[in-house]
């Protein structure tokens, strides 16, 4: 037998294989143990509750301005619509649109020849009825020196009553006739006094000093007058010294202006200038849009008169105007986007045989009440936020004032919009970077 062949056949030793089968199975225990302690790492880490990030700002005192916002247009304060009293064909206009005229300036010229004939024509009927009123007199002197006579007799014996009867009744009809004719000369002037008044209506003159800022007729035009219709506008006449806003300023908004209310102005036509203006006229009557419609809206127009209009503002021109309505010094406040509003459910304070009974015999009535919106903000306390109702009063574009549930220096929370209208709780845990809107706004800067 070779010696190969002997070290083949060499038998293993027991006490290795023992070893050997121990190491195997203590591999096979910390194997499954490493196993389990990452099940139970990964259990433990899914239900840990998630840091919610947000953003904070110390509350602190400030200046706040509560302001009403409205749009509208540029108009002058004093704006007059120049029509014409009577019908006719528009011979001369002296003024194009732009030019500046003066008070008693002639704006318009209508044509006259129509009234030649009508003045004439009232002219002879006033001179027949002056000539008929002539000759009854005449007639009763005539009568009168009768009548005289006859009573005369009549006194002596020597007339009869009827003769008496029928020279009083000449007399008193000629007498008669005669007061016709005075009413009908008196008629007559009159009608020549009204065809006058329409011929002086056939020059129209500029009430006031302004500017023609529209002009609707050339010369040649027809136009109607205001006497039977609603006649023709001819031309505007804006006095452009003295301008105005006049803002449409919804119902809701309309209490908190009040006359002598500050404004600031600013138009369309002139972006990089701010204007500044006063309330001065309210409207007490709304006016209404959509009415009886689900966009029906209900706006009231304010005026607001400009102070340093030395730019030439032309009316019509498009405005956005922010009325300072109230104004408080040195109140606490808050970022307006950290107040928000939770519905909270309190159930009724009875045990379960009081609410059931409650339950049968008020029916419809629920178990539990739905009490209003509390206004609510949240504080940061050691990485916890904390819900705090609050009471609030005016605010601005950025800031809201609270009148109660804050104290000065606390951290506020400002920041996500969904973080404080959804996903905060009292209680919930959460993690503060303010260095995320430092950086949004420098990005935007270097854009």
């Known amino acids: 037998m070779s010696e190969d062949s002997a070290q083949i056949q060499k038998p293993v030793s027991p006490i290795k294989n023992k070893k050997k089968k121990s190491r195997k199975k203590l591999f096979w225990i910390i194997g499954l143990l490493l196993i389990v302690l990452i099940v139970a790492a990964v ?30 247009k540029i108009q002058s304060e004093t704006e007059v619509n ?32 129509a009234y030649t004939p009508q003045i004439q024509q009232q002219k002879a009927a006033i001179e027949v009825a002056e000539s008929n009123l002539k000759t009854n007199e005449v007639t009763l002197k005539k009568f009168e020196l009768e009548l005289d006579r006859i009573k005369e007799l009549f006194s002596k014996g020597l007339a009869s009553q009827s003769e008496l009867d029928i020279a009083q009744n000449n007399y008193d009809q000629t007498l008669a006739i005669i007061n016709s004719n005075i009413a009908q000369i008196n008629q007559q002037k009159t009608g020549m006094s009204q065809i006058k008044y329409d011929l002086s209506k056939t020059t129209i003159y500029s009430p006031i000093d302004g500017t023609v800022t529209q002009l609707n007729n050339e010369t040649g035009e027809k136009v109607l007058g205001t006497i039977s219709n609603q006649g023709s506008n001819i031309m505007t006449i804006s006095d ?16 908190f202006v009040k006359i002598g209310d500050s404004a600031k102005i600013q138009i369309d036509a ?12 309210i409207a007490n009557t709304a006016t209404t849009t959509g009415m009886g419609t689900q966009d029906e809206v209900v706006n009231f127009i304010v005026k607001i008169r400009i102070i340093n209009d030395k730019f030439e503002l032309r009316p019509g021109m498009s405005c956005t105007v922010d009325i300072m309505v109230k104004t408080k010094e040195n109140v606490l406040s808050v970022p307006i986007q950290s107040v928000t509003t939770r519905e909270d459910f309190d159930m009724k304070s009875m045990n379960s045989d ?4 409650n339950l049968k015999t008020q029916s419809g009535e629920k178990a539990s009440k739905k009490q209003k919106p509390k206004e609510i903000v949240f504080f940061v306390d050691n990485g916890i936020a904390k819900k705090e109702e609050v009471k609030t009063g005016i605010s601005d574009d950025s800031y809201i004032e609270i009148l109660e549930g804050v104290q000065e220096g606390q951290e ?36």
């Open 43 to 72: 259990i433990i880490s899914g239900k840990k509750e998630p840091l919610i990030e947000v953003q904070t700002e110390k509350i602190q005192k400030r200046n706040i301005t509560q302001v009403v916002t409205a749009t509208g």
């Open 240 to 255: 452009l010294t003295k301008m105005e806003c006049q803002v449409e300023v919804g119902e809701t908004d309309v209490t």
């Open 354 to 357: 009081e609410e059931n009974e």
């Open 412 to 447: 506020v929370i400002k920041g996500s919009f969904k973080a404080i209208n959804k996903e905060l709780e009292d209680g919930s845990k959460v993690k503060v970077d303010n260095e995320i809107k430092k950086k949004k706004k420098n990005d935007g800067e270097e854009d």
């Open 270 to 281: 002139f972006p990089d200038k701010d204007f500044i203006g006063h309330v001065y006229e």
């Open 82 to 113: 120049i029509s014409a009293e009577i019908s006719g064909e528009i011979i001369s206009l002296p003024f194009k649109e732009g030019d500046f005229v003066k008070k008693n300036d002639l704006l318009v010229k209508i044509k006259q020849e």
